[in-house]
């Protein structure tokens, strides 16, 4: 079984729309850690927020937000006011435990996002 | 500061030739995973090292594909014989990792075996 699902394989909007990437993950574990990673064209993956299970406070950071619900195991992803930069793929990642040898991640299939000017 | 150092950046082979991929993981992460990028099956994890030794190699394919890590600060993947369903982009990615902290992934190492 998935243990991170993007149901989202690509998704299209115009320059300015806000877009919403999905997350759900799946774990027993009561301390965990979502990730999330963007993918430009370019190829390298670069590292946008780290959020523990204990912590469901919402974040924004600038155009970007995250939507923390544990009673729905998502980790949903806005970006607001898009633009053409934004175009990538979108990774959502799950780390379980802390077993003191070093944690799996595990990666969801990513979301590609193309933000159309 | 370095990130995490990757080469080579393109390899191109033949079927049934010997392929080395080297990391140079970021100086203090303790450590450090290889994963393999393709279109039809995403980001896999072949395997990952704490303090140099391998916690989990389950994603490793098949006895073809061996990995080492004999120092913290180099890790090779290799890849005898290589097939062409080997063709992927191999990322080497690092960590301190028994906090969970964020991955730093290197620019990948694009193969395309022939």
């Known amino acids: 079984a998935q243990k991170v699902t993007q149901a989202q394989t690509e998704i299209s909007v115009v320059e300015k729309e806000d877009v919403t990437l999905d997350c759900v993950y799946e774990?027993?574990?009561?301390?965990?850690?979502l990730f999330w990673y963007k993918q430009p064209p370019s190829g390298e993956l670069v590292f946008l927020i780290r959020?523990?299970?204990?912590?469901?406070q919402n974040e924004i950071s600038g155009r970007y937000s995250w939507n923390f619900q544990k009673s729905t195991s998502s980790f949903n992803f806005t970006i607001t006011a898009s633009q053409v930069v934004d175009s990538a793929v979108y990774f959502c990642?799950?780390?379980?435990?802390?077993?003191?040898?070093?944690?799996?991640?595990?990666f969801g299939t990513g979301t590609s996002l193309t933000v159309i000017p | 500061d370095a990130g995490v150092i990757q080469s080579p950046r393109h390899e191109v082979t033949e079927m049934g030739q010997e392929v080395t991929l080297r990391c140079k993981p970021i100086?203090?992460?303790?450590?450090l995973f290889w994963y393999r990028q393709t279109m039809m099956r995403g980001l896999e994890l072949l395997i990952y090292?704490?303090?140099?030794?391998?916690?989990?190699d389950s994603g490793m394919p098949e006895d073809r594909f061996s990995a080492k890590m004999p120092n913290a600060s180099f890790s090779t993947l290799k890849i005898q014989p290589s097939e062409p369903r080997d063709s992927a982009v191999y990322f080497c990615?690092?960590?301190?990792?028994?906090?969970?902290?964020?991955?730093?992934f290197g620019s990948g190492t694009q193969l395309s075996v022939l």
């Open positions: 990615a690092s960590s301190f990792g028994a906090t969970n902290e964020k991955l730093f």
């Open positions: 990642a799950l780390s379980e435990g802390s077993t003191g040898t070093g944690n799996q991640f595990y």
């Open positions: 100086s203090g992460h303790n450590s």
């Open positions: 774990t027993r574990d009561t301390t965990y850690y």
């Open positions: 090292f704490n303090n140099n030794v391998p916690i989990d």
């Open positions: 959020r523990n299970s204990f912590d469901e």
